[in-house]
């Protein structure tokens, strides 16, 4: 499709002036060396004009084009700064949600039951951490606005991990089947949140990929 140009007022009276010219030398041709002169200074005098017209309309559009690089770097570059801005908070999410991670993969298998719940005081302090740190995350200020109901589900579930492994640890059921039955309960909640945990870190991690520093509503929202 080719790019239609604008013609200035001033271009427009230049090109009037010019013909209005052209008739009235058609219709007065000089016949005398004085006439001629006249006429010359006349088309000279219009050249200058056009000319002039036409340097300032060359410098203003050049002008207008040097503004216009400059809004889109400066657009690019907030763009830049804000996509990396997104993969850092993903990125702190993830290490935070390792520290869950790792309490349900230990107490799904690694240990025996009897030692669940000496582990469960030992992990209780950690994701007590990982809960505040998530808390901590300025979600209001974060570019990608649809990543925090992920990041809310995720601090949620590490919040009920932190409930089970609390009551774990002060477990004091009557007969130790009854204890291993509680433990290996806690244990698959551990994992059940575990997972719903992960399913919002992928999700996450898909809207930080597909994320252009642009396509948010809080972007969106900020000046241009």
Known sequence: M???????????????????LCVAFALHYPEKSEDW????????????????????RGQVREAQRVEQERRDAEQKSSAEAR???????????????????KTAVHLSGEIMPNQMTGYSKTRVAPLKVAVSALSEIPL??????????????????????????????????????ESVRRL?????????YRDRARRDVE??????AKYDGTNSPVTLALPQ
């Not at 996509?83 to 991670?101: M, S």
């Not at 290996?184 to 059940?192: I, Y």
């Open 203 to 208: 999700e996450i991690r898909r809207l930080t």
């Open 83 to 101: 996509k990396e801005q997104l993969q850092a908070v993903a990125v702190y999410v993830e290490q935070l949600f390792a520290t869950l991670d």
């Open 2 to 20: 080719e790019e239609r140009k604008s013609v200035s007022c001033g271009e427009a009276l230049t090109a009037l002036g010019v013909i209005g």
């Open 140 to 177: 209001h200020q974060v570019p990608q606005a649809y990543i925090g109901l992920p990041v809310l589900n995720i601090r949620n579930c590490a919040a009920h991990v932190v409930q089970i492994l609390e009551d774990t640890a002060g477990d004091r059921a009557a007969t130790e089947a």
């Open 37 to 56: 002169a006249a006429w010359m200074q006349a088309f000279g005098s219009v050249a200058a004009i056009a000319g002039a017209g036409w340097i300032a």
């Open 184 to 192: 290996k309960s806690a244990a698959d909640a551990v994992l059940e």
